[in-house]
Nanobody
Framework: VQLQASGGGLVRAGGSLRLSCTAS????????IGWFRQAPGKGREGLVC????????NYVDSIDGRFTISRDNAKNTAYLQMNRLKPEDTAVYYC????????????WGSGTLVTVSS
């Protein structure tokens, strides 16, 4: 089981990025996938989770409609589209796997760094 997050980089405030979470060793569509972030000096923050079979999505309120999770089952990849980025979105972003969104996450991918300049 492996999860690989990618797509991070440097972007100006107001810009957009799309992060990818590529899964291997399991079928992503059968599991919940969550996106998290950890800003410098802060704890890990959950952002959004998409359930596998149902496809239902749970977002945290702080995203304020700027982030969207999606999934391409053929590519076994989940995405996080991030729009109207702010400097406070600067963080390392991670994806993780769970049986369903309400359960603990059992497998974590390596992170990808997003830096938003003002």
């Amino acid at each position: 089981v492996q999860l690989q997050a990618s797509g991070g980089g440097l972007v100006r405030a107001g810009g957009s990025l799309r992060l990818s979470c590529t899964a291997s060793g399991f079928t992503l569509a059968n599991y919940a996938i969550g996106w998290f972030r950890q800003a410098p000096g802060k704890g890990r923050e959950g952002l959004v989770c998409m359930n596998g079979k149902s496809g239902t999505v749970n977002y945290v309120d702080s995203i304020d409609g700027r982030f969207t999770i999606s999934r391409d089952n053929a590519k076994n990849t989940a995405y996080l589209q991030m729009n109207r980025l702010k400097p406070e979105d600067t963080a390392v972003y991670y994806c993780a796997r769970s049986e369903i969104c309400a359960y603990d996450y059992t497998d974590w991918g390596s992170g990808t760094l997003v830096t938003v300049s003002s």
